[in-house]
């Protein structure tokens, strides 16, 4: 059986925290903070987690990812 790959969008997009659950950025981070307040700028810098059918569908994409 041949090796299976990683999704490289996934592997550049999501990362794996001790655990062994996905994390994310969030959006809105690029341009245009100004309108923002600080509260809402500081909840978008923090890292959000995956949903269980999430890493669900992530496993498949990123098969050799720490469990």
Excluded at 39 to 63: F, N, T
């Amino acid at each position: 059986m041949p090796k299976m790959k990683t999704h490289r969008g996934a592997a550049r997009r999501f990362k794996v925290t001790g655990t062994g659950k996905f994390t994310r950025r969030k959006g809105n981070i690029s341009h245009n903070r100004t309108r923002m307040s600080k509260a809402a700028r500081r909840a978008v810098d923090e890292m959000m987690v995956i949903s269980k059918p999430g890493q669900r569908l992530l496993r498949k994409l990123m098969p050799y990812a720490k469990r």
